[in-house]
Structures are given as C-alpha cells and as structure tokens.
C-alpha cells in the first residue's frame, strides 16, 4: 500500500512520507520477529491457569530488543545480498557496498545473543 501511496502525489514531502512509512512499516515487524522469537527461547512467565502472567514491558526485555536489533540486522544483510545478487550496474555496488558494512555487526550481534541467550534461559 505504501507503494502506491508514494506515487499519487510528484511532492517531494510527499515522497518522504511514504519512504518513511515504507521503512518503518518494514523496520517494527523484523524488530518484533526477533523480540518474538528471543521471548519464545527464554521462556514467559505463566500461572496456573496457563495464561500469560507478565505484562507488555516485559516482553521488551534486554535480550528480546538484542535479538530483535540482531534479527533486523541480519535482514538488511539478507536484502543487500538478494539485491546484489538480482540487480545490475550501480544498485550492485550500493548492495556489495551495504552487505560489506552489514556482515561484521550482523554476525557479533548474532553471537552475543546466543552467549547471552545461553546464560538467560
């Protein structure tokens, strides 16, 4: 939908808007992919009754939001490498350029959630 919203309209206000939307409506998913999945592998608090006995803060914990900025990194990793693999001339060297800046903090946030994930669940 942003897509289509960015291009009714030639303004550049316009057109920033929607990039912005675009990118946040991208950004929050990936983030709570990783929150998600890092609360999963820790484990939530349930009482008795098998309903959940926390609140939304604490599913927001430090290692969820860790895992989750380590997820949305490794998914700009995986869109730089696609984009560099199926495109051509200079949007090639913008993703080879992207993917060489991604890969180092992708793979140190990857590994410091699994040693912290290690010692937190």
């Known amino acids: ?11 550049p206000a316009w057109r920033t808007l929607w990039d912005w939307m675009i990118f946040v409506g991208s950004l929050v998913p990936a983030l709570l992919w990783g929150v998600a999945f890092a609360n999963v592998a820790r484990g939530v608090p ?7 006995a926390g609140g939304f803060w604490n599913l927001l914990n430090p290692f969820a939001l860790l895992v989750g900025v380590a997820t949305v990194l490794v998914f ?9 693999l199926k495109t051509r001339d200079e949007l090639v060297e913008r993703a ?7 890969w180092l903090p ?9 040693i912290v994930g290690y010692f937190a669940t």
């Open 96 to 102: 080879h350029r992207a993917s060489a800046l991604l």
């Open 46 to 52: 349930i009482d008795a009754n098998m309903q959940y």
């Open 1 to 11: 939908v942003g897509f289509e919203f960015r291009s009714k309209d030639k303004r």
């Open 106 to 114: 992708s793979a140190a946030l990857v590994l410091v959630g699994i």
């Open 76 to 84: 700009m990793l995986h869109g730089a490498i696609f984009l560099s």
